[in-house]
């Protein structure tokens, strides 16, 4: 089943072309790795995947949704965790997950909130305001938050950024085994080695264009080094 179709899409800032007629499907239980160097279009891309801004053309179905028709619907089918962790100041993280239960109407909202809690290892920060958690505790909560609903499909931008090593590798394991179930993962990295542990397929991104994408094993089979592979592919355009 095709979970992510993207019709050459583009988004345009003025003179900036930020993404440029990118074309790709993805399918159920992928775990999609977008790899780019620093403002190669990887986060505008999810931005508009998750109709938080639209592109000056092409078009993109979300789990057979319309983006540009129906935003709102996609966003109440997906977990997203942005690149900037933003919870709200005023609200401690226990009431920040029991407010995002209740938008999306979760039973348990208590129960499910603990389980993430637990798992990312920050039940002492509770009852902390938002505003005083440290960036690493505050990642751990916008991780909490997308997958509070259990999403079948998932976006998420530099998703170990300021994360511990202990953390990064209890997240590893959860979104291997979250698609291992069916699901779908589209993240976007400019940290390779993270693309090359986790990643079932990749696309390579710079200037907005899409220079490649498919299955990881396919470089495996042919005894590429990731690396390699994507400092050439950049390199020459």
Same mark, same amino acid.
């Given at each position: 089943?095709?979970?992510? *179709?993207? #019709?050459?899409?583009?988004?345009?800032?003025?003179?900036?072309?930020?993404?440029?007629?990118?074309?790709?499907?993805?399918?159920?239980? /992928?775990?999609?790795?977008? $790899?780019?160097?620093?403002?190669?279009?990887? !986060? !505008?891309?999810?931005?508009?995947? *998750?109709? /938080?801004?639209?592109? *000056?053309k092409? *078009?993109?179905?979300?789990?057979?949704? %319309?983006?540009?028709?129906?935003?709102? #619907?996609?966003?109440? =089918?997906?977990?997203?965790?942005?690149?900037?962790? &933003?919870?709200?100041?005023?609200? &401690?993280?226990?009431?920040? $997950?029991?407010?995002?239960?209740?938008?999306?109407?979760? %039973?348990?909202?208590?129960?499910?909130?603990?389980?993430?809690?637990?798992?990312?290892? +920050?039940?002492?920060?509770?009852?902390?305001?938002?505003?005083?958690?440290s960036?690493?505790t505050?990642?751990?909560?916008?991780?909490? /938050?997308?997958? $509070?609903?259990e @999403?079948?499909?998932?976006?998420?931008d530099?998703?170990?950024? #300021?994360?511990? @090593?202990?953390?990064?590798? !209890? $997240?590893?394991?959860?979104l291997?085994?979250?698609?291992?179930k069916?699901? !779908?993962?589209? +993240?976007?990295?400019?940290?390779?080695?993270?693309?090359?542990e986790?990643?079932?397929?990749?696309?390579?991104?710079?200037?907005?264009?899409?220079?490649? =994408?498919?299955?990881l094993?396919?470089?495996?089979?042919?005894?590429? =080094?990731?690396?390699?592979?994507?400092?050439?592919?950049?390199?020459?355009?």
């Amino acid at each position: 089943m095709v979970v992510i *179709t993207i #019709n050459n899409l583009t988004k345009e800032f003025g003179d900036l072309i930020a993404v440029n007629n990118v074309t790709l499907s993805i399918d159920e239980g /992928q775990l999609f790795g977008l $790899l780019g160097p620093n403002g190669s279009g990887k !986060t !505008t891309m999810i931005k508009m995947l *998750t109709g /938080q801004i639209k592109p *000056t053309k092409g *078009t993109a179905e979300i789990l057979d949704i %319309d983006v540009l028709q129906d935003p709102i #619907n996609v966003r109440a =089918h997906v977990g997203i965790i942005p690149e900037q962790e &933003t919870p709200p100041s005023f609200l &401690t993280a226990e009431e920040y $997950l029991e407010f995002v239960g209740s938008i999306r109407k979760l %039973d348990n909202i208590a129960k499910v909130s603990d389980k993430w809690f637990k798992l990312l290892d +920050f039940e002492d920060q509770k009852n902390a305001l938002c505003k005083d958690l440290s960036r690493g505790t505050r990642q751990k909560l916008m991780v909490a /938050q997308a997958f $509070l609903h259990e @999403p079948q499909l998932a976006f998420i931008d530099e998703p170990l950024i #300021n994360l511990d @090593p202990i953390i990064q590798r !209890t $997240l590893k394991d959860f979104l291997l085994d979250y698609v291992n179930k069916g699901n !779908t993962v589209f +993240f976007s990295t400019h940290v390779l080695e993270i693309a090359e542990e986790i990643c079932t397929h990749i696309g390579v991104i710079d200037k907005g264009k899409l220079l490649h =994408h498919g299955p990881l094993t396919d470089l495996k089979k042919s005894k590429q =080094h990731l690396e390699k592979f994507f400092l050439t592919l950049v390199q020459e355009g």
